[in-house]
């Protein structure tokens, strides 16, 4: 099983800041058993979340690295995310070098906290693995940046 938990970049300033959305609907397969007649998003998808959207920003600033869950150095739980709900994953990278990179995020439902976390990354040199390429998620978004038009300095004057 692939988990795949941000549908789309939003806005991303390479190893500063992102952010993405998810949206979830009934028929994920959790909701059967998260809980049987109150389905809802269990914590640690939502730590993912927010490491996966960080991730996403560390790789971006550098695409030799590949960033791993290292530790959750805090994570909070506001109120519970249910079937029908858009995410907004927003992620801070706090601190980036060479061997490990350390992020905070929130995840919001219409304008309300759900979640937060602090999370801690190892950085992995890409050359140890089998495939250096970005994810879909990543792809789709480094190609809508390339065709943004860019106005010249000549044209706005």
């Known amino acids: ?26 028929s994920e397969d959790f909701f059967r058993d998260h809980f049987p007649g109150m389905p809802i998003v ?27 869950l290292g530790s959750v150095k805090s994570a909070k739980f506001y109120q519970n995310i249910k079937p029908g709900d858009q ?13 490990y990179g350390i992020a905070s995020g929130i995840i919001t439902v219409n304008d309300q906290k759900m979640a937060a976390a602090e999370i801690l990354f190892g950085l992995i040199d890409r050359k140890n693995l089998s495939s250096e390429s970005f994810d879909e998620v990543s792809q789709e978004f480094l190609s809508r940046q390339q065709h943004v038009p860019t106005q010249s300095v000549e044209s706005s004057l």
């Open 1 to 26: 099983m692939r988990w795949q938990l941000l549908d789309k970049i939003i806005d991303c300033e390479p190893g500063v800041r992102a952010s993405g959305v998810k949206c979830f609907t009934r």
């Open 42 to 68: 269990p914590g640690v998808l939502q730590i993912e979340m927010i490491a996966q959207m960080a991730g996403k920003c560390m790789a971006m600033k550098n695409p030799a690295v590949l960033p791993v």
């Open 87 to 99: 995410c907004i994953i927003s992620i801070e990278v706090k601190k980036i070098s060479r061997a």
